[in-house]
């Protein structure tokens, strides 16, 4: 056996290290291995006569060997991965995946339409039929069918835009002059769907409505969908299901409803239906003012009256009826500041969604 | 209507609880609405009551007024913007050192070198209010330096935002009342009746009944007008009134408190009947028509005062004006009601009063007015003269005529205590037609059955409605064994649904609405009344469910979505456009045209009308976007357009005017035209699909390559949902079927030689048109003339189509079967006089009749040197296949062969490469 040689183990590590920097390709990195690695290498055959030294030298000189091996090795395969990179971009044919990704350039829901088609299809499911009807409406339909006659002091609060043109400042229903008018909400659609469909009935109208009003929270051309239920039997602990689910399906499943007794000529009981804030899970924010509660919708049964106007015997069925504004909930799910904003049509506002 | 009502107040009424939220939150449930709950009194440590003694300009600044206040016996100075500013006004003084509710700390400070100890302060900063253009005024007379607390005890106002079927609930009793039913404890309510003396001497006549349901009356004398007691400007002050003196309070104080408005008139200053037919006078000149004089009271009865007043209700003439109390001299609208003398009128009645019968200082004797009126003849007085006032806003929402009695007594019963009058006289109440009202008959099975909820049962049920109704006021007989035949004046009841027997719905109720609820007329009324007591909060949530017939639970599918769908997939972003029109926009594809639907009351002039295309609308969404910076904006909108109903558009105008054959129109919406509106002229309205679709580069040659992929990239679309939707294939392809046919001609507002319009065909195989084609639309690049004026960055592509047109034509795919032998293509590449349209083209390669020809797809248009000067290159990739063989070479080859020689005899077409 002979005499273990005398390796600079410090001195071999940091030359085999610089060996490996200086490598410009992959045959460069393999020679550098089989010269500090190979079987022939210095490190290898002290390895192999380790045996040789003292027993109380061995372990120790062993176990440094071996580190500096390890050392190589890790450095070698690191050289190995960045020389790969650059070998792959420098092919002709390579492409730089790390370029940004190109969108496919598609175009972009209108937000009001985003919560429109939502609110359809959660009706949808619930076996609601999907009926628009006429804009521009008359004032029977828009009032006197739904218990409010000429006169009433309700009718102000709808404030109308009036159709001014000769031809269609009258039209006549039953022989009964009738100003023409834009609806001023979905609800003339609960009549003639009565008019046309025999109860059962289950039918939501989404739509554009018209009051006269612009501010922050208002634009003289607004979007509702109306719900009607006609069954025999109908109770508002249904009308209150149907609320929960919607509310529940629409700003998700762990929020709560909370009824308000309040008043609507067309519906007795009425209630407003107020969803828990989904901002701050009823705890109080900006968002819900402090109170824990946003005001969604208002509903109610249907007006007995309401149901003659439509053709359907009251002593016989019930109905509930509620009003969604549509801008409004798409002001709050997403944070539009606005509601003017919503109509401006910004394609910055509507590519992000 | 909003309301403010005072705790402090409230508890002269009923007993409440002390944590004002939980009162709020109850209120809310129940139906009354709170929208703000008010500490009154909260960081008022520091604030005195002051009174302005001097009030001098602050050098240097416009607005900024010194006052020096004092306040016991001190005096400070205060530099203070209020725009109400009064020597001898009593102010809340916040002085030096005091943190105001609003966290603000009060220093002593110089503004433009003057110095200031302390602040005057709003509403707004002591909390109590939102109005913050102003110092609040406490009043004129009286002490100062004590704390404002003194004069404003802590309290906690509500606003209660009260439903307007619910007049009764305008005052603090109505509140109560709510308060008391809600927690279940007793109503105390003020005692109103007067002491009484003498005889009624005035007299007062209805002549407009009509208008004047009731008018109460009460002369009341020997009262001294000054400042009404600490305790009642205290409270007047708490829900935000200014007190006056102690009639004019008084005569709030009960409004307030009862909801019935009511109006004082110096009796020494009303005309009383100086004119009697017995004694042979003649009228007094200047008197209209002649008062009638029935039932004339005794004037003895108070021989001592001057003849007694005579008050006439009574519409407005012709011409009549009233000097009102505010100072103002007011036309009184001809119709409207008023309150007159035999000489003059006194009051626009229910609105506001007139000066010269206003209580003054040297008043002593009043007539106090406590009357119904119509509602909707105040609402219309009250908005023709632009005058709301607490009264108005009260008798506008009709009130009812019970009240009138109650409110002249309370009243009189006041003025005794804190104006020290002597007994009232005895009430004139003249009530032409007291209204008799029929009991409610009400089922308990009816309220369960309605709310979803049993109530534990039929007797349960039965002892828990009448005791939430009897809190309210209502009478409530049981009669458990009512025949449910019952009928005569009641009220119907609804009977019970097909499957009830009568008995099952338990025992029938005979309930009596208390006189000042004229809300409650029907059984879903009580209903309402007994379930908003108990809260909703556990109501069960259920959802209804019964056998429904199949045709309802399956919707048609929404061919709108679908549109949209198709349209965002080609890359244009949604808008939604006001549906107003303007009539300074540009139009393109209509010429322009009288015949619009115009609104009577527009907001403003450019939205006087309703839009009659989508264009307009969708080119200044895209001068706003590149106002803001957005370039190449491409967008379309789904809506619709309207049209007055008569007669026809004008031939040239579009879609709406255009006569399809019946196979191809229809409006979707005429499925909800009732029978009852077959007689109705109301505007047709269509649905129409338009796109905008800018390019980026602004001139030049790259803008025209731009210009002309935007053209196409947009019938794409077009030619995409067209066929998605309803099966129409571009014009000149085989086989029948509905065609999307253009005609490359002049369009209104669109460029010449860049526009269109857009056709829909029916053909049979032969490819004959099938009855009428109808205007489709039209589609081209914005004439630069027609948006003059406008600040477009780049050159627009603008489309439109009648989506009613596709929807009435809705079609499903048919799967065709898939050959299973390989097809062959070839590409060709042709030459073409600069003036032959593709269409022509592409109709020849059709017409060769080539049974083995599957598709054609022109793919490229060129220009340039190598050709030859008025020719234009085409290439065209041509599609071969059999469904029952492999085509051989020499099959396509010839096909091919004869479809060139074709395109050569009859477009000029020269072979340039294969």
Same mark, same amino acid.
């Given at each position: 056996?002979?005499?273990?040689?005398?390796?600079?183990?410090?001195?071999?590590?940091?030359?085999?290290?610089?060996?490996?920097?200086?490598?410009?390709?992959?045959?460069?990195?393999?020679?550098?291995?089989?010269?500090?690695? $190979?079987?022939?290498?210095?490190?290898? +055959?002290?390895?192999?006569?380790?045996?040789?030294?003292?027993?109380?030298?061995?372990?120790?000189?062993?176990?440094?060997?071996?580190?500096?091996?390890?050392?190589?090795?890790?450095? *070698?395969?690191?050289?190995?991965?960045? *020389?790969?990179?650059?070998?792959?971009?420098? /092919?002709?044919?390579?492409?730089?995946?790390? &370029?940004? $990704?190109?969108?496919?350039?598609?175009?972009?829901?209108?937000?009001?339409?985003?919560?429109?088609?939502?609110?359809?299809?959660?009706?949808?499911?619930?076996?609601?039929?999907?009926?628009?009807?006429?804009?521009?409406?008359?004032?029977?339909?828009?009032?006197?069918?739904?218990?409010?006659?000429?006169?009433?002091?309700?009718?102000?609060?709808?404030?109308? &835009?009036?159709?001014?043109?000769?031809?269609?400042?009258?039209?006549?229903?039953?022989?009964?002059?009738?100003?023409?008018?834009?609806?001023?909400?979905?609800?003339?659609?609960?009549?003639?769907?009565?008019?046309?469909?025999?109860?059962?009935?289950?039918?939501?109208?989404?739509?554009?409505?018209?009051?006269?009003?612009?501010?922050?929270?208002?634009?003289?051309? &607004?979007?509702? +969908?109306?719900?009607?239920? +006609?069954?025999?039997?109908?109770?508002?602990?249904?009308?209150?299901?149907?609320?929960?689910?919607?509310?529940?399906?629409?700003? /998700?499943?762990?929020?709560?409803?909370?009824?308000?007794?309040?008043?609507?000529?067309?519906?007795?009981?009425?209630?407003?239906?107020?969803?828990?804030? &989904?901002?701050?899970?009823?705890?109080?924010?900006?968002?819900?003012?402090?109170?824990?509660?946003?005001?969604?919708?208002?509903?109610?049964?249907?007006?007995?009256?309401?149901?003659?106007? $439509?053709?359907?015997?009251?002593?016989?069925?019930?109905?509930?009826?509620?009003?969604?504004?549509?801008?409004?909930?798409?002001?709050?799910?997403?944070? +539009?500041?606005?509601?003017?904003?919503?109509?401006?049509?910004?394609?910055?506002?509507?590519?992000?969604? | 209507?909003?309301?403010?009502?005072?705790?402090?107040?409230?508890?002269?009424?009923?007993?409440?609880?002390?944590?004002?939220?939980?009162?709020?939150?109850?209120?809310?449930?129940?139906?009354?609405?709170?929208?703000?709950?008010?500490?009154?009194?909260?960081?008022?440590?520091?604030?005195?009551?002051?009174?302005?003694?001097?009030?001098?300009?602050?050098?240097?600044?416009?607005?900024?007024?010194?006052?020096?206040?004092?306040?016991?016996?001190?005096?400070?100075?205060?530099?203070?913007?209020?725009?109400?500013?009064?020597?001898?006004?009593?102010?809340?003084?916040?002085?030096?050192?005091?943190?105001?509710?609003?966290?603000?700390?009060?220093?002593?400070?110089?503004?433009?070198?003057?110095?200031?100890?302390?602040?005057?302060?709003?509403?707004?900063?002591?909390?109590?209010?939102?109005?913050?253009?102003?110092?609040?005024? #406490?009043?004129? !007379?009286?002490?100062?330096?004590?704390?404002?607390?003194?004069?404003?005890?802590?309290?906690?106002?509500?606003?209660?935002?009260?439903?307007?079927?619910?007049?009764?609930?305008?005052?603090?009793?109505?509140?109560?009342?709510?308060?008391?039913?809600?927690?279940?404890?007793?109503?105390?309510?003020?005692?109103?009746?007067?002491?009484?003396?003498?005889?009624?001497?005035?007299?007062?006549?209805?002549?407009?009944?009509?208008?004047?349901?009731?008018?109460?009356?009460?002369?009341?004398?020997?009262?001294?007008?000054? %400042? =009404?007691?600490?305790?009642?400007?205290?409270?007047?002050?708490?829900?935000?009134?200014?007190?006056?003196?102690?009639?004019?309070?008084?005569?709030?104080?009960?409004?307030?408190?009862?909801?019935?408005?009511?109006?004082?008139?110096?009796?020494?200053?009303?005309?009383?009947?100086?004119?009697?037919?017995?004694?042979?006078?003649?009228?007094?000149?200047?008197?209209?028509?002649?008062?009638?004089?029935?039932?004339?009271?005794?004037?003895?009865?108070?021989?001592?005062?001057?003849?007694?007043?005579?008050?006439?209700?009574?519409?407005?003439?012709?011409?009549?004006?009233?000097?009102?109390?505010?100072?103002?001299?007011?036309?009184?609208?001809?119709?409207?009601?008023?309150?007159?003398?035999?000489?003059?009128?006194?009051?626009?009645?229910?609105?506001?009063?007139?000066?010269?019968?206003?209580?003054?200082?040297?008043?002593?004797?009043?007539?106090?007015?406590?009357?119904?009126?119509?509602?909707?003849?105040?609402?219309?007085? =009250?908005?023709?003269?632009?005058?709301?006032?607490?009264?108005?806003?009260?008798?506008?929402?009709?009130?009812?005529?019970?009240?009138?009695?109650?409110?002249?007594?309370?009243?009189?019963?006041?003025?005794?205590?804190?104006?020290?009058?002597?007994?009232?006289?005895?009430?004139?109440?003249?009530?032409?037609?007291?209204?008799?009202?029929?009991?409610?008959?009400?089922?308990?099975?009816?309220?369960?059955?309605?709310?979803?909820?049993?109530?534990?049962?039929?007797?349960?049920?039965?002892?828990?409605?009448?005791?939430?109704?009897?809190?309210?006021?209502?009478?409530?007989?049981?009669?458990?064994?009512?025949?449910?035949?019952?009928?005569?004046?009641?009220?119907?009841?609804?009977?019970?649904? %097909?499957?009830?027997?009568?008995?099952?719905? !338990?025992?029938?109720?005979?309930?009596?609405?208390?006189?000042?609820?004229?809300?409650?007329?029907?059984?879903?009324?009580?209903?309402?009344?007994?379930?908003?007591?108990?809260?909703?909060?556990?109501?069960?949530?259920?959802?209804?469910?019964?056998?429904?017939?199949?045709?309802?639970?399956?919707?048609?599918?929404?061919?709108?979505?679908?549109?949209?769908?198709?349209? #965002?997939?080609?890359?244009?972003?949604?808008?939604?456009?006001?549906?107003?029109?303007?009539?300074?926009? %540009?139009?393109? @594809?209509?010429?322009?045209?009288?015949?619009?639907?115009?609104?009577?009351?527009?907001?403003?002039?450019?939205?006087?009308?309703?839009?009659?295309?989508?264009?307009?609308?969708?080119?200044?969404?895209?001068?706003?976007?590149?106002?803001?910076?957005?370039?190449?904006?491409?967008?379309?909108?789904?809506?619709?357009?309207?049209? %007055?109903?008569?007669?026809?558009?004008?031939?040239?105008?579009?879609?709406?005017?255009?006569?399809?054959?019946?196979?191809?129109?229809?409006?979707?919406?005429?499925?909800?035209?009732?029978?009852?509106?077959?007689?109705?002229?109301?505007?047709?309205?269509?649905?129409?699909?338009?796109?905008?679709?800018?390019?980026?580069?602004?001139?030049?040659?790259?803008?025209?390559?731009?210009?002309?992929?935007?053209?196409?990239?947009?019938?794409?679309?077009?030619?995409?949902?067209?066929?998605?939707? =309803?099966?129409?294939?571009?014009?000149?392809?085989?086989?029948?079927?509905?065609?999307?046919?253009?005609?490359?001609?002049?369009?209104?507002?669109?460029?010449?030689?860049?526009?269109?319009?857009?056709?829909?065909?029916?053909?049979?195989?032969?490819?004959?048109?099938?009855?009428?084609?109808?205007?489709? @639309?039209?589609? @081209?690049?914005?004439?630069?003339?027609?948006?003059? @004026?406008?600040?477009?960055?780049?050159?627009?592509?603008?489309?439109?189509?009648?989506?009613?047109?596709?929807?009435?034509?809705?079609?499903?795919?048919?799967?065709?079967?898939?050959?299973?032998?390989?097809?062959?293509?070839?590409?060709?590449?042709?030459?073409?006089?600069?003036?032959?349209?593709?269409?022509?083209? #592409?109709?020849?390669?059709?017409?060769?009749?080539?049974?083995? #020809?599957?598709?054609?797809?022109?793919?490229?248009?060129?220009?340039?040197?190598?050709?030859?000067?008025?020719?234009?290159?085409?290439?065209?990739?041509?599609?071969?296949?059999?469904?029952?063989?492999?085509?051989?070479?020499?099959?396509?080859?010839?096909?091919?062969?004869?479809?060139?020689?074709?395109?050569?005899?009859?477009?000029?077409?020269?072979?340039?490469?294969?």
């Amino acid at each position: 056996m002979s005499e273990a040689p005398a390796v600079d183990l410090d001195a071999l590590e940091r030359e085999a290290i610089a060996a490996v920097h200086a490598a410009t390709d992959e045959a460069g990195l393999e020679n550098a291995r089989i010269h500090y690695l $190979g079987r022939r290498a210095p490190l290898k +055959v002290l390895l192999s006569t380790v045996g040789s030294l003292p027993p109380e030298r061995r372990r120790e000189v062993g176990q440094r060997a071996n580190a500096v091996a390890r050392t190589i090795e890790a450095a *070698l395969e690191a050289g190995l991965a960045a *020389l790969r990179q650059r070998g792959d971009l420098a /092919g002709a044919e390579s492409i730089d995946l790390t &370029f940004p $990704g190109t969108p496919p350039g598609r175009g972009h829901r209108h937000p009001v339409h985003r919560v429109m088609r939502e609110i359809e299809e959660i009706f949808r499911g619930l076996g609601y039929e999907v009926a628009r009807g006429p804009e521009v409406e008359t004032d029977f339909y828009n009032f006197e069918a739904l218990n409010l006659p000429a006169g009433h002091p309700a009718r102000d609060g709808f404030d109308s &835009f009036f159709v001014a043109d000769e031809a269609t400042l009258r039209a006549a229903v039953e022989g009964q002059e009738t100003r023409v008018l834009l609806r001023t909400h979905t609800s003339p659609m609960q009549i003639r769907v009565m008019e046309r469909e025999r109860p059962p009935i289950r039918v939501i109208v989404p739509g554009k409505t018209y009051r006269r009003d612009s501010d922050a929270t208002h634009t003289p051309m &607004f979007h509702q +969908v109306e719900g009607l239920l +006609v069954d025999e039997d109908v109770t508002l602990a249904d009308l209150k299901g149907t609320l929960e689910y919607f509310a529940r399906a629409m700003f /998700g499943d762990e929020r709560r409803i909370r009824l308000r007794p309040t008043h609507f000529p067309f519906t007795e009981p009425s209630v407003e239906a107020d969803v828990s804030c &989904f901002q701050c899970a009823g705890r109080g924010c900006r968002l819900c003012g402090f109170e824990g509660w946003l005001e969604m919708l208002g509903a109610g049964m249907v007006h007995p009256n309401v149901l003659r106007f $439509g053709g359907v015997d009251p002593a016989r069925y019930r109905g509930f009826a509620f009003g969604v504004g549509i801008d409004r909930i798409a002001q709050l799910k997403y944070g +539009v500041e606005d509601m003017r904003a919503l109509f401006d049509n910004d394609v910055r506002l509507i590519r992000q969604f | 209507m909003p309301i403010r009502v005072s705790l402090e107040w409230l508890r002269e009424y009923v007993e409440l609880p002390e944590d004002a939220e939980r009162l709020a939150e109850a209120l809310t449930l129940s139906g009354s609405k709170v929208d703000r709950v008010i500490a009154v009194g909260q960081g008022w440590e520091g604030v005195v009551v002051a009174r302005i003694a001097e009030l001098a300009p602050v050098p240097g600044s416009d607005h900024l007024l010194l006052a020096r206040v004092e306040h016991g016996g001190a005096s400070s100075q205060v530099v203070s913007g209020a725009p109400n500013l009064r020597v001898g006004d009593l102010v809340p003084l916040a002085t030096v050192g005091t943190i105001l509710p609003n966290g603000m700390t009060i220093k002593a400070r110089k503004m433009l070198g003057a110095p200031s100890e302390g602040m005057l302060c709003s509403p707004a900063e002591l909390g109590i209010s939102t109005e913050a253009d102003g110092i609040m005024v #406490l009043g004129t !007379g009286g002490p100062t330096g004590m704390p404002l607390a003194d004069l404003m005890p802590p309290d906690h106002l509500l606003i209660v935002d009260v439903t307007p079927n619910r007049p009764d609930e305008l005052c603090h009793l109505g509140v109560a009342r709510e308060l008391a039913a809600v927690l279940g404890r007793e109503l105390r309510a003020p005692d109103a009746l007067p002491e009484e003396a003498g005889a009624a001497a005035l007299s007062v006549e209805i002549r407009d009944p009509d208008l004047c349901a009731r008018y109460v009356a009460r002369e009341v004398f020997g009262l001294r007008v000054g %400042p =009404s007691p600490g305790w009642m400007q205290r409270r007047l002050r708490a829900v935000g009134q200014r007190p006056i003196n102690n009639v004019v309070d008084a005569a709030n104080y009960v409004m307030l408190e009862l909801g019935q408005p009511l109006h004082a008139f110096d009796r020494d200053r009303l005309a009383g009947r100086a004119v009697l037919p017995e004694a042979g006078v003649p009228a007094l000149p200047g008197v209209g028509a002649p008062a009638r004089l029935e039932a004339a009271p005794a004037l003895e009865a108070a021989p001592t005062l001057k003849a007694a007043p005579s008050l006439i209700v009574r519409r407005a003439r012709a011409g009549e004006s009233l000097a009102c109390l505010d100072g103002r001299t007011r036309e009184l609208p001809e119709g409207a009601l008023l309150i007159a003398d035999p000489e003059r009128p006194q009051a626009i009645a229910g609105i506001i009063g007139g000066a010269a019968s206003a209580v003054g200082d040297a008043t002593t004797s009043v007539v106090i007015e406590s009357a119904n009126f119509l509602g909707t003849s105040i609402r219309a007085t =009250s908005r023709r003269l632009g005058l709301r006032t607490e009264a108005s806003g009260r008798f506008e929402k009709q009130l009812a005529p019970a009240l009138a009695p109650l409110g002249a007594a309370r009243l009189a019963a006041l003025l005794r205590e804190v104006a020290g009058a002597g007994p009232s006289s005895p009430a004139v109440d003249v009530h032409p037609a007291p209204r008799e009202r029929a009991p409610i008959r009400l089922r308990v099975g009816f309220v369960t059955g309605v709310l979803g909820e049993d109530l534990g049962g039929p007797a349960r049920a039965e002892a828990e409605i009448r005791a939430r109704l009897e809190r309210l006021g209502f009478g409530v007989d049981g009669d458990a064994v009512a025949p449910p035949a019952m009928g005569g004046a009641a009220v119907e009841t609804p009977p019970a649904g %097909p499957t009830g027997a009568a008995e099952a719905d !338990g025992p029938v109720l005979t309930v009596t609405p208390p006189p000042f609820r004229l809300d409650v007329g029907i059984p879903e009324d009580l209903v309402e009344e007994v379930g908003r007591l108990r809260g909703y909060a556990n109501l069960p949530s259920t959802l209804p469910g019964r056998r429904q017939p199949v045709a309802r639970v399956l919707p048609p599918a929404d061919v709108e979505w679908e549109a949209r769908d198709l349209a #965002l997939a080609g890359g244009y972003d949604e808008v939604v456009g006001l549906s107003f029109g303007n009539p300074r926009d %540009p139009l393109m @594809g209509h010429p322009p045209t009288d015949r619009q639907v115009l609104l009577l009351n527009p907001m403003t002039s450019e939205q006087d009308r309703m839009r009659i295309s989508l264009l307009p609308g969708l080119t200044r969404i895209v001068e706003r976007n590149n106002d803001v910076g957005n370039e190449a904006v491409r967008i379309f909108e789904l809506g619709r357009v309207f049209w %007055p109903r008569d007669g026809s558009a004008p031939p040239d105008s579009g879609p709406a005017g255009a006569s399809g054959t019946p196979a191809i129109t229809g409006t979707p919406d005429d499925r909800f035209a009732d029978r009852r509106r077959q007689d109705l002229d109301l505007p047709r309205e269509r649905r129409m699909l338009g796109f905008a679709h800018q390019v980026q580069a602004a001139t030049g040659r790259k803008a025209d390559e731009q210009v002309r992929d935007a053209l196409l990239a947009t019938k794409g679309v077009i030619e995409d949902i067209s066929r998605s939707l =309803s099966g129409v294939e571009p014009g000149g392809t085989a086989g029948a079927g509905l065609r999307l046919e253009v005609e490359q001609e002049r369009v209104h507002g669109l460029r010449p030689g860049r526009s269109a319009r857009l056709w829909l065909v029916r053909r049979d195989a032969a490819g004959a048109a099938v009855g009428e084609r109808a205007l489709f @639309g039209w589609l @081209g690049e914005v004439h630069p003339e027609a948006v003059r @004026g406008m600040d477009l960055r780049a050159p627009l592509v603008l489309a439109e189509v009648d989506f009613d047109l596709l929807a009435a034509n809705l079609r499903l795919p048919v799967a065709e079967s898939l050959s299973r032998f390989p097809a062959v293509s070839r590409d060709i590449a042709i030459s073409v006089p600069t003036t032959r349209p593709a269409r022509d083209v #592409l109709r020849t390669i059709r017409d060769a009749g080539e049974a083995i #020809l599957r598709t054609v797809n022109l793919f490229d248009e060129y220009h340039g040197s190598q050709l030859p000067a008025g020719r234009k290159g085409l290439a065209v990739h041509l599609v071969y296949a059999a469904p029952d063989r492999t085509l051989t070479g020499d099959e396509v080859a010839a096909a091919e062969a004869r479809i060139l020689a074709r395109l050569g005899a009859e477009v000029e077409a020269e072979v340039r490469a294969r």
